[in-house]
Protein backbone atom coordinates (compact mmCIF):
# COMPACT_ATOMS: atom_id res chain seq x y z
CA UNK A 1 0.00 0.00 0.00
CA UNK A 2 2.88 2.58 0.92
CA UNK A 3 4.07 1.71 -2.69
CA UNK A 4 1.34 2.61 -4.25
CA UNK A 5 0.61 6.25 -2.52
CA UNK A 6 4.87 6.38 -3.00
CA UNK A 7 4.35 6.17 -6.93
CA UNK A 8 1.14 8.15 -7.43
CA UNK A 9 3.05 10.77 -5.67
CA UNK A 10 5.87 10.51 -7.86
CA UNK A 11 3.42 10.65 -10.43
CA UNK A 12 1.90 13.62 -9.59
CA UNK A 13 5.35 15.60 -9.28
CA UNK A 14 6.24 14.62 -12.33
CA UNK A 15 3.53 15.34 -14.38
CA UNK A 16 3.08 18.74 -12.68
CA UNK A 17 6.97 19.66 -13.31
CA UNK A 18 6.09 18.80 -16.99
CA UNK A 19 3.26 20.59 -17.75
CA UNK A 20 1.55 17.56 -18.76
CA UNK A 21 -1.32 18.00 -15.95
CA UNK A 22 -3.94 20.04 -15.76
CA UNK A 23 -4.76 23.11 -13.44
CA UNK A 24 -2.21 25.80 -11.71
CA UNK A 25 0.85 23.11 -11.54
CA UNK A 26 1.50 23.20 -15.42
CA UNK A 27 4.19 24.91 -16.45
CA UNK A 28 3.71 28.16 -18.48
CA UNK A 29 5.26 26.93 -21.91
CA UNK A 30 2.62 28.69 -24.22
CA UNK A 31 3.26 31.65 -22.71
CA UNK A 32 6.82 31.47 -22.97
CA UNK A 33 6.01 30.47 -27.22
CA UNK A 34 3.69 33.46 -27.07
CA UNK A 35 6.20 35.74 -26.85
CA UNK A 36 7.90 33.81 -29.58
CA UNK A 37 4.68 33.98 -31.74
CA UNK A 38 4.39 37.69 -31.34
CA UNK A 39 8.12 38.14 -31.76
CA UNK A 40 7.64 36.39 -35.42
CA UNK A 41 4.53 38.50 -35.97
CA UNK A 42 6.23 41.53 -35.32
CA UNK A 43 9.04 41.02 -37.46
CA UNK A 44 7.04 40.29 -40.40
CA UNK A 45 4.70 43.34 -40.30
CA UNK A 46 7.97 45.36 -39.71
CA UNK A 47 6.66 46.82 -35.97
CA UNK A 48 9.62 47.42 -34.00
CA UNK A 49 7.58 48.32 -30.96
CA UNK A 50 6.18 45.13 -30.88
CA UNK A 51 9.42 43.75 -31.35
CA UNK A 52 10.79 45.91 -28.55
CA UNK A 53 7.74 45.01 -26.38
CA UNK A 54 9.11 40.88 -26.11
CA UNK A 55 12.17 42.34 -24.26
CA UNK A 56 12.51 44.03 -20.72
CA UNK A 57 13.08 47.66 -20.29
CA UNK A 58 17.13 46.52 -20.56
CA UNK A 59 18.27 43.27 -21.76
CA UNK A 60 21.74 41.44 -22.51
CA UNK A 61 22.35 40.70 -25.72
CA UNK A 62 25.63 37.71 -26.17
CA UNK A 63 27.01 38.06 -29.66
CA UNK A 64 28.88 35.04 -31.45
CA UNK A 65 32.34 36.46 -29.97
CA UNK A 66 31.34 36.26 -26.86
CA UNK A 67 30.72 39.90 -25.80
CA UNK A 68 27.83 41.31 -23.98
CA UNK A 69 26.31 44.12 -24.78
CA UNK A 70 23.66 46.22 -22.25
CA UNK A 71 20.68 47.19 -24.72
CA UNK A 72 17.59 49.24 -24.14
CA UNK A 73 13.66 48.80 -25.78
CA UNK A 74 14.56 52.23 -27.47
CA UNK A 75 17.76 50.46 -28.81
CA UNK A 76 16.27 47.83 -29.87
CA UNK A 77 13.63 49.62 -31.69
CA UNK A 78 16.00 52.10 -33.51
CA UNK A 79 18.14 48.82 -34.22
CA UNK A 80 14.85 47.02 -36.19
CA UNK A 81 13.88 50.21 -37.78
CA UNK A 82 16.88 49.90 -39.79
CA UNK A 83 17.20 46.40 -40.52
CA UNK A 84 13.68 46.96 -41.88
CA UNK A 85 14.26 49.79 -44.19
CA UNK A 86 17.16 47.09 -45.70
CA UNK A 87 14.96 44.09 -45.63
CA UNK A 88 11.53 42.90 -46.08
CA UNK A 89 10.36 39.52 -44.34
CA UNK A 90 8.54 36.66 -45.91
CA UNK A 91 9.61 34.27 -43.27
CA UNK A 92 10.23 35.02 -39.76
CA UNK A 93 9.85 31.82 -37.84
CA UNK A 94 11.15 30.15 -34.29
CA UNK A 95 11.40 26.00 -34.73
CA UNK A 96 12.83 23.81 -32.77
CA UNK A 97 11.91 25.64 -29.77
CA UNK A 98 13.06 24.01 -26.51
CA UNK A 99 12.36 25.40 -23.32
CA UNK A 100 13.52 24.62 -20.11
CA UNK A 101 12.20 26.48 -16.72
CA UNK A 102 14.04 27.66 -13.70
CA UNK A 103 14.02 29.59 -10.67
CA UNK A 104 12.53 29.07 -7.44
CA UNK A 105 8.82 29.33 -8.75
CA UNK A 106 9.91 28.37 -12.11
CA UNK A 107 9.85 31.87 -13.32
CA UNK A 108 12.69 32.09 -16.05
CA UNK A 109 12.93 30.33 -18.66
CA UNK A 110 16.09 29.07 -21.06
CA UNK A 111 14.61 28.76 -24.73
CA UNK A 112 16.80 27.41 -27.71
CA UNK A 113 15.40 27.84 -31.44
CA UNK A 114 16.10 28.39 -35.02
CA UNK A 115 14.95 31.09 -36.64
CA UNK A 116 14.46 30.80 -40.50
CA UNK A 117 14.31 33.74 -42.25
CA UNK A 118 13.50 34.59 -45.80
CA UNK A 119 13.79 38.16 -46.43
CA UNK A 120 14.48 40.77 -49.88
CA UNK A 121 17.52 43.15 -49.55
CA UNK A 122 16.58 46.29 -50.63
CA UNK A 123 20.30 46.89 -49.85
CA UNK A 124 21.22 44.19 -52.32
CA UNK A 125 18.34 43.72 -54.57
CA UNK A 126 18.19 39.66 -53.87
CA UNK A 127 16.37 37.42 -52.03
CA UNK A 128 17.86 35.49 -49.50
CA UNK A 129 17.08 32.38 -46.73
CA UNK A 130 18.79 32.33 -43.61
CA UNK A 131 18.63 29.63 -40.66
CA UNK A 132 19.78 31.50 -37.51
CA UNK A 133 20.16 29.85 -33.82
CA UNK A 134 19.78 31.33 -30.92
CA UNK A 135 19.32 31.01 -27.03
CA UNK A 136 17.11 33.18 -24.69
CA UNK A 137 16.31 33.54 -20.97
CA UNK A 138 13.26 35.46 -20.23
CA UNK A 139 11.96 36.23 -16.97
CA UNK A 140 8.19 36.64 -15.31
CA UNK A 141 8.50 40.44 -14.70
CA UNK A 142 5.34 42.30 -13.53
CA UNK A 143 3.53 38.69 -14.59
CA UNK A 144 4.52 39.24 -18.11
CA UNK A 145 6.82 36.68 -19.36
CA UNK A 146 10.00 39.16 -21.24
CA UNK A 147 13.53 38.42 -22.47
CA UNK A 148 16.32 39.42 -20.29
CA UNK A 149 19.01 37.84 -22.29
CA UNK A 150 19.82 37.13 -26.18
CA UNK A 151 22.69 34.97 -26.96
CA UNK A 152 23.67 34.41 -30.96
CA UNK A 153 24.53 31.15 -30.95
CA UNK A 154 25.36 30.92 -35.00
Known amino acids: MRRVVLVGLVLLVCVGLAGCGGGGGTLPTA ?19 L ?6 ASFVVVDTTGQSHQVTRAMCIDAWNITFG ?6 YE ?3 MQITFTGPNADRAIVSA ?12 EWYTNTLVGQWELQK ?14
Open 86 to 91: LIDYSQ
Open 114 to 125: SINVTGYSSWTN
Open 51 to 56: LASCYA
Open 94 to 96: FTG
Open 141 to 154: LDGQWLIVKEKQLA
Open 31 to 49: EVSAVFDRYSQAALTEDSE
